[in-house]
């Protein structure tokens, strides 16, 4: 997109400064030549192919690591993945800084790998500018496949881009000789907090330049209360009393469980007796047990309040499947070993799915189906039969896990011969129902 702000402005003008600048001797080297030393790849089953030189190096490939190649004398390190095409892609980082900002330069470096030579192939794909402040602008070529990060379209042409995921989320290392602007102080830059924080080092760099205590909480209290200072909810202002006290803990997760209690407890937060107490271990055990005991409470009442709505929905539930099948419920009809009767409730519909063991317990809202069971003389449940009210069909008859039983035909049969008796009693019912909306109108 076009530049639109001043920011915007400025910043595209100093990008197509650094995009005109030809690539220093020292970079270029690096990019073509030192980043892939030390990376192999399998090639064939007894083979490595060295990354830096190309050449291939009879070895058992799982134990390639540590060994050294033969052509260059580089120790192998990591192995990388080549595939059937023969072409490798590196993804580099470089962080440097130009006209007062903070800015990381995305590289792709490509190796084709033939019999006869090598060639190699460096392309510049983003760049992201942060300010003082940490405001971010992002000057990157196109992204392709669902802007997916490396998509890029590498013959695309550089223009401002929104400051969406993929052009920040870069969670690999940065170059050698990287660069950092005088407003972040020197140990906070680091890959180690970085990867603490579980951020890209370009969204870490915009949040310790964009928040106000970073730098005092890492001289101050050390680097692990940076990393719970960016990564937890705890507010700015309990992080001030924490610098006002010289208060550190050799646990920083654990405080951020206590300023969590406290203001689930509508406790203080601002007093100091509360947030950074002299006896923290004592204090955090107090605070804990105060609210394990109210959230025991909460829980309680919850199920009980869960269990009367359980009830009340139960017993509406029951009134409206007896107000709605009144007339057919009473029916039962008998063939010599078996009996028919239709299931009088919902909890007895919940019954039989759960003693034949099929999906009849949740069939109790269905307006136009009568549920049935049939059992033989020892009263045990033999199948469950739905029956469509709308044609007066068998719409399925299944026994225990949805077997058909021996008696199947002969339940079918039964049906059969009494469906004009559940015919009859459906007309009855259908006739009260529409004289109760009759009324009701």
């Known amino acids: 997109m076009k530049p639109k702000t001043d920011e915007q402005k400025k910043v595209?003008?100093?990008?197509?400064?650094?995009?005109?600048q030809p690539m220093g001797k020292g970079k270029k080297l690096?990019?073509?030549d030192t980043a892939w030393r030390g990376l192999y790849c399998d090639h064939y089953k007894a083979h490595v192919r060295c990354l830096h030189c190309g050449s291939m190096v009879k070895m058992d490939p799982k134990k390639a690591k540590g060994q050294t190649c033969p052509e260059c004398g580089c120790t192998f390190t990591n192995d990388i993945y080549l595939?059937?095409?023969?072409?490798?892609?590196?993804?580099?980082?470089?962080?440097?800084?130009?006209?007062?900002?903070?800015?990381?330069?995305?590289?792709?470096?490509?190796?084709?790998?033939?019999?006869?030579?090598?060639?190699?192939?460096?392309?510049?794909?983003?760049?992201?500018?942060?300010?003082?402040?940490?405001?971010?602008?992002?000057v990157s070529r196109n992204l392709n496949y669902?802007?997916?990060?490396?998509t890029y379209s590498l013959y695309s042409d550089f223009a401002v881009r929104g400051n969406y995921g993929p052009h920040n989320d870069w969670y690999y290392d940065v170059l050698p000789g990287h660069k950092h602007i005088s407003r972040i102080y020197g140990p906070m830059w680091n890959g180690k907090l970085c990867g603490k924080c579980h951020m890209s080092?370009?969204?870490?760099?915009?949040?310790?330049?964009?928040?106000?205590?970073?730098?005092?909480?890492?001289?101050?209290?050390?680097?692990?209360?940076l990393v719970s200072y960016m990564t937890s909810q705890v507010p700015e202002h309990c992080w001030r009393l924490a610098l006002r006290y010289l208060w550190i803990t050799?646990?920083?997760?654990?405080?951020?469980?206590h300023i969590r209690n406290l203001q689930y407890l509508g406790m203080d937060t601002h007093n100091p007796k509360m947030v950074v107490p002299e006896d923290f271990d004592a204090e955090h055990t107090r605070i804990n047990i105060i609210v394990n005991r109210r959230k025991?409470?909460?829980?309680?009442?919850?199920?009980?309040?869960?269990?009367?709505?359980?009830?009340?929905?139960?017993?509406?539930?029951?009134?409206?499947?007896?107000?709605?099948?009144?007339?057919?419920?009473?029916?039962?009809?008998?063939?010599?070993k078996l009996t028919f009767t239709v299931i009088q409730s919902p909890a007895d519909m919940v019954i039989e799915g759960s003693e034949m063991q099929h999906c009849v317990g949740g069939y109790y809202d269905k307006v136009d189906s009568l549920i049935m069971s049939c059992r033989d003389e020892q009263h045990k449940r033999v199948e469950t039969i739905e029956v469509s009210?709308?044609?007066?069909?068998?719409?399925?008859?299944?026994?225990?896990?949805?077997?058909?039983?021996?008696?199947?035909?002969?339940?079918?049969?039964?049906?059969?011969?009494?469906?004009?008796?559940i015919r009859r009693l459906d007309k009855i019912r259908r006739k009260r129902l529409r004289h109760k909306v009759r009324e009701a109108v």
Request: with cysteine; proline share 1%; hydrophobic share 35%.
């Open 12 to 20: 595209w003008g100093m990008s197509l400064r650094l995009l005109r």
């Open 30 to 32: 690096y990019l073509t």
């Open 83 to 138: 595939p059937s095409g023969k072409k490798v892609d590196l993804w580099l980082l470089s962080a440097e800084v130009h006209f007062g900002y903070q800015v990381f330069r995305k590289y792709v470096v490509y190796k084709y790998f033939s019999k006869q030579d090598m060639t190699i192939e460096v392309t510049e794909v983003n760049q992201n500018w942060i300010r003082e402040d940490g405001k971010k602008t992002t």
């Open 146 to 150: 669902m802007n997916w990060n490396q």
């Open 201 to 225: 080092i370009i969204q870490y760099t915009a949040a310790i330049l964009k928040s106000r205590y970073a730098e005092t909480i890492m001289k101050i209290l050390g680097g692990d209360a």
């Open 250 to 257: 050799d646990n920083w997760s654990d405080w951020e469980d």
């Open 296 to 336: 025991a409470k909460e829980a309680e009442k919850q199920r009980r309040e869960n269990e009367i709505r359980r009830a009340i929905k139960a017993e509406q539930d029951r009134k409206e499947y007896i107000n709605r099948l009144k007339e057919l419920l009473p029916l039962e009809f008998k063939d010599e």
């Open 389 to 421: 009210l709308k044609d007066y069909k068998v719409l399925q008859s299944r026994g225990k896990c949805n077997i058909h039983t021996k008696w199947h035909d002969r339940i079918l049969k039964a049906m059969d011969d009494n469906m004009g008796e």
